[in-house]
């Protein structure tokens, strides 16, 4: 039980585009969802947490513009990263909380 | 803004040897998960600490919580080349979680 899945698993676009990122609990409901970035060899850094009906609430320095959070639904939660750019090029993880967090696989994001 | 420093960044040992993860913060946690992780995948619950001077063993990994829920260890009895990957530490309170530096562990066979 409590598997998170995300997809897609890895993607590559070109600079100025857009790009979606969904996370999905599979077997249970999640009020909140937490999105986080890691680069190479580096920790998990928290980007923003996902609360279902609401907005989202970012952490500081993170640009809420650029980086969308939708959470439509207590299973569903959705990071679109827009206007793209290289220094964006990033592992994307997302966890959903059933008393503790469960990570998805992540998401792999090369912005060339 | 809360910190959790984990020490050593980067270990190498043989196989059969004994390690410690250390980590260390002046901020005091409602509970403490470790996490190790693989390249290219999400991390993975090993465990979740709450009581100030707990311990917890899950095979040959034992782990620890300080009196004040401030520091914690993670000690590995007889590393495998399986036991390689990355290993996080979290603090947690009010439902956000703060991640260490992370301890990046290779186990030569």
């Known amino acids: 039980g409590a598997v998170v899945s995300q997809h897609p698993s890895w993607v590559i676009c070109k600079s100025g585009t857009s790009v979606k990122i969904e996370c999905r609990s599979l077997?249970?409901?999640?009020?909140?969802m937490f999105w986080y970035r890691q680069f190479p060899k580096q920790s998990l850094m928290l980007m923003a947490t996902?609360?279902?009906?609401?907005?989202?609430?970012?952490e500081q320095g993170v640009e809420k513009d650029k980086f969308l959070i939708n959470h439509a639904s207590l299973t569903l939660s959705t990071l679109t990263v827009t206007s793209a750019h290289p220094e964006d090029s990033s592992f994307y993880i997302c966890?959903?909380?059933?008393?503790?967090?469960?990570f998805g696989p992540g998401t792999r994001l090369t912005v060339t | 803004t809360q910190l959790l420093e984990q020490s050593p960044q980067f270990l190498s040992i043989q196989e059969g040897e004994n390690l410690t993860v250390y980590c260390n913060s002046s901020?005091?946690?409602?509970?403490l998960q470790w996490y190790r992780q693989e390249p290219g995948e999400g991390p993975v619950l090993l465990v979740t600490?709450?009581?100030?001077?707990e311990v917890k063993k899950l095979k040959r990994l034992t782990f620890q919580f300080g009196d004040a829920r401030k520091d914690s260890s993670l000690h590995i009895t007889a590393a495998q080349p399986g036991d390689t990957g990355l290993y996080l530490c979290?603090?947690?309170?009010?439902?956000?979680?703060?991640f260490g530096d992370g301890t990046t562990l290779t186990v030569k066979p």
């Open positions: 996902s609360n279902e009906g609401s907005k989202a609430t970012y």
């Open positions: 077997d249970f409901q999640a009020t909140t």
């Open positions: 600490v709450v009581t100030g001077g």
């Open positions: 979290a603090g947690a309170n009010a439902g956000k979680s703060t």
């Open positions: 966890s959903a909380v059933l008393r503790e967090q469960y």
């Open positions: 901020s005091v946690f409602s509970s």
